[in-house]
């Protein structure tokens, strides 16, 4: 009997037991020649696994311990880290929360090994979504995360009792914001990449200052006095409930016997990754921490809640320029609050009536829900197609998308919570090679235009009529057509095709798509969706719409204010560029005006947009007219320094470098144009703009091109005639050629009564695809003239 037993025992033994030929060594549970249910397994380099087991993969519950000392305790699935579980690493760091194939996915916790805490929202491995960050040092986000980096609405509170609430890009403040200072005094204003840039007011401690609920709201915001504790427990919140998950929906697969090697060599061959992406979070707390200049701006009192109201106090209205004030000014809170409530009053006013004449009450949030249903729509539908190219019969009658949207859905749409519409693609693989080609994704485009961030109603519309809509990420411009616009764009679609594939720096605008609503009793509503060329790294100071003309083409000086789009005869600059890059620009001028001439268009403009570097004279020439500067604020006795210590810092100028592509943001835009250009000034060769103490840019054809803006002085009477005066400011310029669609044909009755009139070219508005075309380069080739 007991030589019975052994027998058995040594044969159970090797049942459960299979060493490898690599020299790893399974112990536990088989099912077939697979290991299933419990079971260990050894690694030859001393890695362990001691867990569950499906089919031959590591599924269930589990614990892997690696030779160098990390290890992972929670659930797997297929072979992968998967599910719920707590990853700590040599160095101390612990992460706690969602996997997904062996990335950092879902809501977790991490500890730092420098004792930083990150809790919340993770997308492949990195902060995405809602989260909060706790510095060692007691700093403290709470917000959006993008990539890693904070990015969008959050709130930042400094160990000293500073708070910052607004938007943020890149790890950077960016876009309107409120920055509260812990005396009490608070900051309404606007940022670009980390520095003030605009318009704001300050008010001291003790001063009244506007509604914060009501400035977040008109933002979309939350209150921002709850906003952060609420984001706060929000979060904290949701991380627990995740914590106290204790299965996993799991996903079997089988395998060979040879599968099992490779199902549990796979999580050894993405330990790496998993460590990649758990240091990852570091470059996005390196980056803030190394900016946060801000804390040196904080006061001594920890009371940041604390307002006393007194409307006889001072207020400062305050403009910046890259971090540098260029004017301030005093004045009472009270005249500023009535000043601010007057001019809601008028932006409220002429954001109603401008669409009042085509719809009425919700019918314009009705019209940009059907326009993102619709573009969802056509853009699922079109992207799964096989890309080929492009044949006559995309551009022709037929090459149409159709679908009917019910209030209550259908076999094809989903149900939404607008009115019924009828929807009309037009030729949709045009466009969808088009956007290829532009390289812009899919997805993107989607998310942009269809997200849950909506679009924005522009409330000034151009006088043309046609009504705007710009995404949320600024990327994209929805424009209205008329149908003679629409008419004119489908005629020249497949000249247009051609042109923009042959010449990839053209500067004519992008059109990414074309669509028609219909709307209950058959009003039709037609969209083209173009790039926004203003989508900038750099802030746009000023605007021009130039056409060559002096025909009406000036603006009311009383009508000017930030962000008007100002004409030919409101431009008294002269731009001065590097050599080539002046012939690549009018070279691809001349070929987009002999393009636009062959299709007969005319009254086309260029967009040109101006960012000023900001030297401190700079004050003088952006002040609207009829304002004052505040003297007392730059007194010789305080050079270099305002009236509420903030810095004037001098200009450093503009500099030419070799093209590093590592070194540059290299992606795709909606106005971003194909080749690197090539400088005179640096040997001829690829070139990157860099902006001391700001970034370092690609140089395109119109876009981050530098120049030097010469403005010529007038004299005053009796002083010397012989000598010229200019002011020279270093400027970076945008620009692209828009409204090109408008034909000769459509206004021949008008140019055939001007022309009857003899008048000067340059004043007529109406003329001749040719002559137009002459008159729009000659004007430019004077705007930026050869060099010396």
């Known amino acids: 009997m007991v030589g019975l037993g052994q027998l058995f025992l040594e044969e159970n033994q090797r049942i459960n037991k299979k060493v490898l030929s690599n020299g790893d060594v399974y112990v536990g549970d088989f099912k077939g020649e697979l290991p299933h249910g419990k079971g260990k397994y050894l690694w030859s380099d001393g890695t362990v696994y001691d867990g569950e087991w499906e089919g031959g993969k590591m599924t269930g519950k589990g614990h892997i311990s690696w030779a160098a000392g990390a290890k992972y ?127 704001g007011t300050y008010y001291p401690a003790g001063t009244k200052h506007p509604s914060l609920k009501r400035w977040c709201r008109s933002l979309g915001y939350d209150d921002v006095s709850s906003s952060f504790e609420s984001r706060d427990a929000s979060i904290l919140n949701s991380v627990e409930v995740e914590a106290q998950r204790t299965s996993i929906r799991r996903s079997v697969s089988e395998l060979s016997g040879s599968g099992s090697l490779r199902g549990s060599g796979r999580i050894m061959q993405r330990t790496a990754s998993i460590d990649r992406s758990s240091s990852r979070g570091h470059s996005a707390r390196e980056l803030i921490f190394n900016n946060d200049l801000s804390s040196a701006l904080s006061h001594i009192s920890d009371d940041a809640h604390s307002v ?183 005629r020249m679609l497949p000249k247009y095709y051609c042109h923009v594939g042959k010449h990839e720096n053209t500067l004519i605008t992008k059109f990414f798509g074309v669509h028609r609503i219909t709307l209950r009793g058959g009003r039709k509503v037609r969209f083209v969706v173009m790039g926004n060329m203003f989508c900038t790294e750099l802030r746009i100071h000023r605007r021009y719409d130039l056409k060559g003309s002096s025909h009406g083409r000036y603006t009311d000086k009383d009508k000017i204010k930030e962000g008007t789009t100002l004409k030919d005869l409101d431009l008294d600059y002269e731009f001065h560029m590097d050599k080539l890059l002046r012939e690549s620009l009018f070279k691809q001028l001349h070929l987009d005006s002999k393009f636009l001439e062959s299709q007969n268009i005319i009254d086309y403009s260029l967009l040109l947009g101006l960012h000023f570097r900001a030297p401190e004279q700079l004050k003088a020439v952006l002040e609207p007219p009829g304002a004052t500067t505040n003297h007392d604020s730059f007194s010789s006795d305080d050079v270099g320094v305002s009236s509420q210590g903030e810095p004037l810092i001098p200009p450093t100028g503009l500099i030419l470098v070799t093209h590093e592509p590592s070194s540059v943001n290299t992606a795709p835009g909606p106005h971003i144009r194909g080749s690197t250009l090539r400088a005179y000034s640096v040997g001829e060769r690829e070139v990157d703009l860099l902006l001391p103490g700001t970034a370092r840019l690609r140089v395109q054809l119109g876009v981050n091109m530098p120049a030097q803006a010469s403005h010529k002085l007038l004299q005053e009477e009796g002083g010397p005639t012989e000598v010229e005066l200019f002011e020279v400011y270093d400027v970076v310029l945008y620009m692209g050629v828009i409204d090109i669609l408008q034909e000769y044909n459509a206004r021949k009755k008008a140019e055939n009564a001007y022309k009857s009139l003899k008048f000067n070219p340059l004043t007529i508005s109406v003329v001749e695809p040719k002559l137009y075309a002459q008159r729009f380069l000659s004007f430019l080739q004077k705007v930026f003239p050869e060099p010396p």
């Open 73 to 199: 305790e929670g659930e797997f699935s297929g072979g992968y880290v998967h599910g719920f579980g707590t990853f700590t690493r040599p160095d101390g760091s612990e992460y706690r929360g969602s996997w997904r194939m062996n990335i950092q996915h879902g809501l977790g916790t991490k500890q730092y090994s420098n004792l930083d805490v990150y809790e919340g929202c993770w997308k492949e491995g990195v902060h995405e979504g809602n989260g909060r960050y706790s510095w060692s040092n007691g700093n403290v986000y709470v917000g959006n995360w993008k990539g890693g980096i904070m990015n969008g609405r959050g709130i930042m509170k400094w160990i000293s009792g500073d708070i910052f609430d607004g938007s943020w890009s890149n790890g950077l403040r960016h876009g309107s914001g409120v920055y509260r200072f812990s005396d009490g005094g608070f900051y309404f204003g606007t940022w670009t990449k980390g520095l003030k840039d605009g318009k």
């Open 308 to 490: 006393v109201l007194d409307t006889d106090r001072i207020a400062y209205e305050r403009e910046y320029m890259q971090g540098v004030l260029i004017k301030e000014r005093i004045v009472t809170a009270e005249r500023s609050r009535k000043t601010k409530h007057k001019n809601k009053f008028h932006a409220k006013e002429a954001k109603t009536n401008s669409w009042m004449n085509i719809f009425q009450s919700r019918q314009s949030y009705y019209l940009m829900l059907n326009l993102q249903l619709g573009i969802r729509y056509t853009v699922g539908k079109i992207t799964p197609v096989p890309m080929r190219e492009v044949r006559p019969s995309d551009f022709g009658e037929r090459a149409r998308i159709r679908m009917y949207f019910p209030k209550k859905g259908s076999q094809f749409t989903p149900p939404h919570y607008s009115v019924d519409f009828y929807w009309k693609d037009y030729c949709p693989m045009v466009f969808r090679n088009l956007r290829e080609m532009f390289k812009l994704d899919a997805a993107e485009y989607m998310m942009s235009i269809c997200g849950d961030d909506g679009l924005t109603e522009l409330a000034s519309p151009g006088k043309s009529g046609s009504l705007f809509y710009l995404s949320h990420d600024d990327r994209f411009v929805i424009k209205t057509l008329k149908k003679a616009e629409l008419k004119s764009l489908l």
